[in-house]
């Protein structure tokens, strides 16, 4: 064997010994660190979806107190159940605060429907009307009659704003209240106001959740298109 030939083999034995340890120990490597590497890729895509989650979350919890209060202020100016007591307490808190006296509450009115009476018709609403007693000096009763309309007030972006129950009132009657002079004493100068008015029921068949529940909000019922319509208000001037 000439020295170029042993050149030529020792050549060939190197190149062997290099592809052999390419195979038995740089390939399984390179795996791995390709394995390790698509590791790496799907936790930085389960990190930023479990940071999104996080930021939503944060976003709800930072909302949750708005979020109570609007469905609080719903309740109460559309409840479930007809809440009449609580109606009656509003009204007696409100006249109370304007120095009138809440004289009677009855069922039922003989008064045309007001404004808002077509569009609580299309949300569903159902209907209670009622006729309201006060007694009261003139300016008392107008001051009552405007807190009473300012429960449910549309706002400048077209938005409705509810302080107190949901009320559409048909029509508004000032008359001398009735009294006479007793023991040498003049009549007094008080007026008796009639308010012919509708509060409104939520559908037996809807609440105000929608069937959710604060461990279950998934696969409530949707609420029906019209179900955040609420009936418009007309405005009285006395």
Known sequence: MTGRDRMVLIGVVVLAAIAAGWMLVVSPEREKA?????EVSTAQAALSAAEGQLSSA???QAQYSAA????VSLGKAVPAGQEVPSLIYELSQASSARSVDFSSIVTGSSGSPGAGAGAAASAGFSQMPFTFVFNGGFFQLE???QQLTAFAT????GGLQVSGRLLTIQSV????AATSATAGKPATQ???GTITASAYVLPASQGLTAGATAASPLGAPAASPGAATAPAIARVTP
Do not use: G, M, Q
């Open 34 to 38: 390709n394995s390790l590497a698509a």
């Open 58 to 60: 944060r976003a709800a």
């Open 68 to 71: 109570y209060s609007a469905v």
């Open 143 to 145: 001051h009552l009659f």
């Open 154 to 157: 549309h706002t400048s972006t």
């Open 173 to 176: 009657k000032l008359s001398p």
């Open 190 to 192: 008080e007026l008796t």
